[in-house]
C-alpha cells in the first residue's frame, strides 16, 4: 500500500516547472521589446486576441442546404472538453466570429457591445463563459501570450499597474510614431501591425509623472530603473482581465462596481480624494481591461446605469470618479432576452446605447439531432448511474422540444412533423433541399419562441428519480413528466399555448409507436437466413422479370413465370406504386451491375430500402408463428416464448434495451397488435 510520501513524491514529477517560469518571467522593458520584435503578436487588441483565439482551435467546412458554413471548433471540440459544448448553432456563431473579425481589423464593431439576444436557455450564457475560458487558457499559450507592467516601492517590492496596460504605453505620445516605426519595420511579418492605443491609467501615469523628474526627464533610464515587465495570465477568479457584472436592483446599483471607487483608508495617507494612489480601480471596466467583460442580463440594467457602457463601447474610454477619462481596450458582451431586448426598442431615451449594439440572435437549435446531444451530455450511461437509460427516451423529448419550436408550414401537405424530419435531413417524397431552405426563409423568427432545453432537463431528472423501483426510465415515463409540468410551466402564457403543447406531446407519441413498432418488427424479421433466403428468391424473379426469361423452380425444376405476387409483397413495403416498379426492379439491377464492374458483390444490407422492405415482409410472414399477440396474455407455450426470447435477446444486442426495457417494449407492441391497431 502506497504511503503519503510516495503519494506526494508521484505527484512532485507531474510538476512542470518549465510552465510555471514561463508564466512568471518578468524582465526589463528593453527586454520586452525584444519580445515584441520576435513575437508583434504580443501587442494585438482584447478583439484581435480573442480572435485569434477561436481560430487557433481550428475551423472545418460545413454545408447545411446548400450554403458553405465554417465552424469553429472552439465551440465543438474546446467546448466539449470542458462540459459546454455547443450543437446546432453553426450559423449564429459563424456571425459571432465574423463580428469578432471585423473588431479584429478595426472595421467598426470594435466600438459596439456585442449582445447576445434570445429565449431563455438558448446558450447565451455557455457562450460567454466559453470565451471567458477559452482566453484564459490562450494567455498561458505561447501563442496567446501577454504582457503588463510593474512600478517599484519605496521598501523595494514591486506595485503592479491596476489595470494591467501593455507597457507600450509607457512610451510618451511624442516618441510612438518613432518607435512604431522601427517595430514594424523589423517584426517579423504578422495579421496586425503593432500599434500602441490609449494612454496609461491614471496610477501608472501618476508614478511616471512623479519618478520622470529624478532622472531628469530621461524617460527611457526611468523605465529601466523603475518599471519591470511580467506576464500577464488572464483569470476570471483573480479579476485579471476578464470580468463578470450581473444587474442587482436599483436601489443597490453604483457605477462605481463599473468604474472604481475611492479608498478612503487612504486619503489621510495622501491627503486627498484625487491621488490616484487613493483610489482602488477595480470596478469591472477596470479589471477586465486587456480582456472580456460579460454582462448578464445586461438589459435589466436600469437605464441610468447603461448610460455608462456608451463610452466604453465606442471610445474605448472609462470615467472613474474624481479622474479623467482613462482609456479601456476590452470585449464587452452582454446577453438578453425577448421582453428586456423590447423594451430597449421602445425605449426613445436608450436610442444612443441601441445605435451601439450589435445584435447576434441565438435561437434554440431546431434540428432534432443537434437537440438530442444536448440531452446525453448529462444523461448517458456514464453519468447515470444504476438506471438504464431505454433507447429514444432522450430523442422523444427532443423531438417535442423541437416541435414547440418550429413554426407551421405553409405547405397543406406537409405536418410539423414532416417538417422537423425534413429540418433532420431525412428525405420526403416531393420535396427537395431547395424546399427546406424555402421553408427555413418562411420562418425567418423560427427558434425565437418555444420550450426550454432546461425545462426537458429538468423532467428527465424528476423521471430518473421519479422510479426507484424500476432499473430503466423509458420514453413514457419522460412524456408524462412533461406533460404533468406543463400546468405549472411559467412561461406558457395562456389556455392555447398549454393545448397546443400538449397536442404535440400526442403527436410525439404517435411518432414513437410507429418507432418501436418498426424495431420489434426488425428484430422479429433479423433472422439472418431467412432474410438471405428471400432476397434470393426475389432477386432471381427481378433478374428474370427485367430480362424477360423464366424463373426455375427450385423444388419440381420447372420453369415458370417470374413471382410478380412475391415482388409486389415486398414492393408494397416500402410504398412502391404499381406505375412505379418497373423503374424500381431496373434501379435494383442497374445497382448489382455497378458493383460488379467495381469487383463487389451485391448484400442486401448496402441498399437500405431493399433491405427495409425484406424486413418487413419476413415480418408479415413470420408474425403469425411467433404469436406476438399472445404475450399480452398469461398463457404462452414453450415455443412461443423460446422465439419471444430471441427476439428480446436482439432487441438487447441490436437497440439497446435491457431485459426489463425489452420485455417492456414488447409488451406495448403486442397490445397493439392485439388492438389491431397496425399501420401498413
Not at 471596466?285 to 447603461?306: C, P, S, T, Y
Not at 446577453?335 to 449594439?357: I, K, S, V, W
Not at 406537409?414 to 427555413?440: A, C, R
Request: glycine share 6%; charged share 30%.
Amino acid at each position: 500500500m502506497a504511503n503519503a510520501t510516495a503519494i506526494l513524491d508521484s505527484l512532485r514529477h507531474q510538476i512542470d516547472l518549465t510552465d510555471f517560469r514561463k508564466l512568471h518571467w518578468e524582465g526589463s522593458f528593453q527586454e520586452y521589446l525584444n519580445t515584441v520584435l520576435d513575437h508583434p503578436e504580443v501587442t494585438r487588441t482584447a478583439y484581435q486576441r480573442l480572435y485569434d483565439m477561436i481560430l487557433v482551435h481550428g475551423v472545418e467546412d460545413i454545408y447545411e442546404n446548400k450554403d458553405k458554413l465554417t465552424r469553429y471548433k472552439f465551440f465543438t471540440e474546446f467546448a466539449s472538453r470542458h462540459a459546454d459544448g455547443i450543437y446546432g448553432l453553426d450559423r449564429p456563431l459563424m456571425q459571432l466570429v465574423n463580428t469578432f473579425k471585423s473588431a479584429a481589423l478595426g472595421y467598426g464593431t470594435e466600438r459596439r457591445v456585442i449582445l447576445l439576444h434570445g429565449p431563455v436557455g438558448s446558450a447565451k450564457s455557455t457562450i460567454a463563459r466559453l470565451l471567458k475560458r477559452g482566453l484564459e487558457e490562450y494567455s498561458r499559450t505561447d501563442a496567446g501570450m501577454l504582457f503588463s507592467f510593474s512600478w517599484k516601492g519605496p521598501d523595494g517590492t514591486w506595485v503592479k499597474d491596476p489595470m494591467h496596460g501593455e507597457p507600450l504605453q509607457l512610451v510618451p505620445e511624442e516618441h510612438r510614431a518613432k518607435l512604431l516605426e522601427m517595430l514594424n519595420g523589423q517584426a517579423r511579418p504578422h495579421s496586425y501591425d503593432i500599434r500602441i492605443k490609449g494612454d496609461l491609467s491614471p496610477f501608472s501615469r501618476y508614478e511616471f509623472k512623479a519618478r520622470l523628474p529624478k532622472y531628469d526627464g530621461d524617460w527611457l533610464k526611468m523605465l529601466d530603473h523603475e518599471v519591470r515587465v511580467y506576464r500577464l495570465a488572464l483569470s476570471e477568479k483573480d479579476r485579471i482581465g476578464i470580468g463578470t457584472f450581473q444587474p442587482k436592483d436599483e436601489k443597490n446599483q453604483d457605477s462605481t462596481e463599473l468604474t472604481g471607487d475611492i479608498n478612503y483608508r487612504k486619503i489621510a495617507e495622501y491627503g486627498s480624494d484625487s491621488d490616484p494612489r487613493a483610489f482602488n480601480f477595480d470596478g469591472e471596466l477596470n479589471i477586465a481591461n486587456r480582456g472580456i467583460v460579460e454582462f448578464i442580463e445586461v438589459l435589466k440594467l436600469d437605464v441610468a446605469f447603461l448610460y455608462d457602457l456608451l463610452g466604453p463601447s465606442q471610445e474605448h474610454k472609462i470615467k472613474p470618479k474624481k479622474f479623467a477619462q482613462t482609456d479601456i481596450d476590452e470585449v464587452i458582451l452582454g446577453h438578453t432576452n425577448e421582453p428586456e431586448y423590447r423594451r430597449l426598442q421602445n425605449n426613445e431615451f436608450m436610442e444612443a446605447l441601441r445605435d451601439r449594439t450589435v445584435k447576434i440572435d441565438i435561437p434554440y437549435v431546431t434540428r432534432l439531432r443537434d437537440e438530442v446531444k444536448i440531452y446525453e451530455k448529462d444523461f448517458n450511461t456514464a453519468k447515470v448511474k444504476g438506471k438504464h437509460i431505454a433507447p429514444h427516451t432522450v430523442e422523444v423529448a427532443a423531438m417535442w422540444a423541437v416541435l414547440t419550436r418550429l413554426t407551421p408550414p405553409k405547405h397543406a401537405s406537409l405536418s410539423v412533423l414532416q417538417k422537423m424530419k425534413l429540418y433532420n435531413g431525412k428525405t420526403l417524397p416531393g420535396f427537395t433541399e431547395d424546399n427546406v431552405i424555402e421553408l427555413k426563409r418562411d420562418a425567418a423568427a423560427e427558434g425565437m419562441l418555444g420550450i426550454s432545453p432546461r425545462y426537458i432537463q429538468d423532467k428527465i431528472s424528476n423521471a430518473l428519480v421519479a422510479h426507484p423501483d424500476e432499473d430503466n426510465i423509458n420514453p413514457f415515463m419522460v412524456m408524462k413528466e412533461l406533460e404533468d409540468g406543463l400546468r405549472h410551466h411559467s412561461l406558457i402564457k395562456d389556455e392555447d399555448q398549454y393545448r397546443h403543447y400538449k397536442e404535440l406531446l400526442s403527436v410525439v407519441r404517435e411518432e414513437y409507436e410507429d418507432i418501436v413498432k418498426n424495431e420489434v418488427q426488425r428484430a422479429i424479421a433479423a433472422d439472418e437466413d431467412a432474410l438471405i433466403r428471400l432476397c434470393g428468391n426475389y432477386m432471381d424473379n427481378v433478374r428474370a422479370y427485367t430480362q424477360r426469361e423464366k424463373v426455375r423452380n427450385r423444388y419440381t425444376g420447372n420453369y415458370e413465370e417470374p413471382d410478380e405476387r412475391l415482388m409486389r409483397s415486398v414492393e408494397e413495403k416500402i410504398d412502391i406504386p404499381e406505375g412505379r416498379k418497373d423503374d424500381f426492379r431496373r434501379e435494383i439491377m442497374n445497382y448489382i451491375g455497378a458493383l460488379a464492374i467495381d469487383g463487389k458483390k451485391f448484400d442486401y444490407k448496402t441498399n437500405e430500402r431493399l433491405q427495409k422492405a425484406l424486413e418487413l415482409k419476413l415480418f408479415e410472414d413470420q408474425k403469425d408463428s411467433i404469436k406476438l399477440s399472445s404475450i399480452v396474455s398469461n398463457v404462452v407455450d414453450k415455443a412461443t416464448q423460446e422465439k419471444i426470447d430471441v427476439v428480446k435477446s436482439r432487441l438487447i444486442r441490436n437497440y439497446g434495451y435491457n431485459e426489463s426495457s425489452a420485455t417492456d417494449i414488447l409488451n406495448f407492441v403486442a397490445s397493439i397488435f392485439a388492438r389491431g391497431q397496425t399501420k401498413k
